[in-house]
């Protein structure tokens, strides 16, 4: 049987903070419990669970997914959704799927939050689910991957 790619779930700035603050808007839901989430919802498939609030290491993390032949990508950039050019560039390498996803609708947020980059190379964008968002975009993920899209 051939081995299974893993899918990524990169996580930008201040999301280690997840759970511990603003729980009115993130929910009160940590990180580790996401991560045991997402590890839950990939099942058999591999999946490897990052997060940093330092750019670069995230654009490292993407280029690991393109050299690795990663099976796709569950992206929350957080505030470098809106700030990084140097994270588009990156994802438009990744030939695969791109799920973009935010905790909180950003749409019903203020205007600064209203303008992603990465929705211009996400293949689907998920927002305002709480922190069961990442639940829904690992398994979004593994049925699309399965269909063979
Ligand atoms: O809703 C999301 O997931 C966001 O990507 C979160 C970002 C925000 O800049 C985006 O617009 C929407 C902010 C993450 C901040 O994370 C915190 C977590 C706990 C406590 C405080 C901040």
Known sequence: MTELKPIFVLNGPNLNRLGKREPEI????????????????????????????????????????????????????????FTSIAILDALKQFPGPIIELHISNIHRREAIYHNSLVSKVATAVIAGLGPEGYDVAVLAMTGHLLRGK
């Not at 929910?27 to 330092?54: D, K, W, Y």
Request: glycine share 8%; with cysteine.
């Open 26 to 81: 993130y929910g009160h839901t940590t990180l580790a419990e996401v991560e045991a989430m997402c590890r839950s919802a990939a099942g058999t498939r591999p999946l490897r669970f990052h997060q940093s609030n330092i750019e670069g290491e995230i654009i490292n993390w993407i280029h690991e997914a393109i050299d690795d032949g990663a099976a796709g990508i569950v992206i929350n950039p957080a505030a470098f959704t």
